[in-house]
């Protein structure tokens, strides 16, 4: 698989692991890319895309510079106008000791960047995740370090033109901490969230297990399902919806060894049961498999990549895929991407969201196989597979 290079001088953090996306493509077929990256001796936010299928990358643009704090943790979406959305998490200049989340827009039809907006003022910030739904509503969930750590929700109303007042979503107790939230939204506009944490529960413990919670409102309420509830700890969540809304859930965790492999979840009625439940996509006594990033095609293949090191490959962590081609029934063999013997090739991140729909059709969601940003030691890279092909509308 050949790659290019999209930066360099990249961190561990430059991309947000598999949580959210730092990748997508609008209807014209340009690739956005958010990314963070030193520069004046803090973190700061980039933004580059790609007018060519990921062939070069323009030169980036510099959404923040600030010199006093850090900014971090960019997650990006694209609206059926291919407005630009990206949000992140950072201190300013009114909020000097808490991280706040943090909001900027571009807007395709004129080609200008709004002002940051600061989206929250009071208790900090991580982990942000952006969606934007079939009516081009935008949704927010981050974890909130407000009496230790839990996820909160926030909507942009496209028709009011506001965002509604910071809800918390977890259910858990006061003193548990949860982290981490994956979201997207099905076509009947209910909300659909993952994440781990901690919570009190038979079997649970004192270890995080992966929770999800569906609200059918807007967010003004929701149920809470338990994917997990072992002693061992289960994190790294990912969820993806199909056309039929199926939900699909990935995440890597440990059973009493320390070696952690990547499980698999679906349901097809919100979580009410599981048909295929915390199934094994990956058993490595030996090596750590994590971060599972997935995508699900139009012919209902799902590829799951995610990295960890291998036989011949023990000295740096590899990208490695395994598929489905029966919508998650059944899993082929684990493919090696990567072979690289000088550094870690860490974090997949895929294009795939349900939205946006332009003429009944979502242009984040490829036609066939995938395309994938990840970090190559410190550089950001971008590749696509040999069976690649998006859903591309010209205007």
């Not at 909160?152 to 977890?170: E, G, L, V």
């Not at 939204?185 to 919570?199: A, L, P, Q």
């Not at 790294?236 to 859930?249: S, T």
Request: proline share 2%; hydrophobic share 30%; glycine share 6%.
């Amino acid at each position: 698989m050949s790659k290019v290079t999209v930066t360099t001088g990249c961190y561990s953090e430059s991309i947000c692991r598999n949580s959210t996306r730092n990748l997508v493509i609008d209807s014209t077929g340009v690739y956005h890319v958010a990314y963070a990256k030193t520069d004046g001796g803090k973190y700061n936010i980039f933004y580059t895309k790609s007018i060519d299928g990921g062939d070069t990358w323009l030169t980036p643009y510099q959404i923040t510079s600030d010199v006093t704090y850090s900014q971090e943790f960019p997650t990006i979406i694209v609206d059926s106008f291919d407005n630009t959305h990206i949000v992140w998490y950072g201190c300013h200049a009114s909020s000097t000791t808490k991280t706040q989340a943090r909001y900027i827009k571009h807007t395709f039809s004129d080609d200008t960047w709004s002002s940051i907006t600061n989206l929250t003022s009071s208790s900090s910030v991580l982990y942000p995740s952006i969606y934007c739904d079939g009516g081009n509503n935008l949704h927010l969930t981050y974890t909130c370090d407000n009496n230790n750590q839990h996820i909160w929700y926030m909507r942009y109303d496209n028709q009011s033109k506001t965002w509604s007042t910071p809800s918390q979503i977890d259910d858990t107790p006061t003193n548990h901490k949860n982290l981490a939230s994956s979201m997207q939204v099905d076509s009947n506009g209910f909300i659909h969230v993952v994440w781990y944490g901690k919570w009190d529960a038979a079997g649970a413990g004192s270890a995080y297990n992966i929770r999800y919670a569906v609200s059918d409102d807007d967010g003004n309420n929701w149920s809470h399902i338990t994917v997990t509830s072992v002693n061992y700890t289960q994190n790294n969540a990912n969820i993806i919806i199909d056309d039929n809304n199926n939900v699909h859930i990935f995440w890597d965790g440990r059973t009493s060894s320390a070696v952690y492999n990547v499980y698999y979840s679906k349901t097809t009625n919100r979580g009410s049961s599981f048909i295929i439940d915390k199934q094994a996509l990956t058993a490595d006594a030996s090596y750590s498999q994590q971060y599972p990033s997935c995508v699900i095609d139009n012919d209902l293949t799902i590829n799951c990549l995610f990295c960890g090191k291998y036989t011949g490959y023990t000295s740096y962590n590899q990208l490695r895929c395994i598929a489905s081609s029966d919508n998650g029934t059944t899993w082929g063999s684990i493919t090696n991407i990567t072979t690289s013997k000088a550094q870690d090739q860490l974090y997949a991140d895929t294009i795939f969201t349900l939205h946006p729909i332009i003429y009944d059709v979502g242009f984040n969601r490829p036609k066939k196989g995938y395309a994938m940003i990840w970090l190559d030691g410190t550089n950001l890279v971008f590749s696509k597979s040999s069976d690649y092909k998006p859903v591309v509308n010209h205007r």
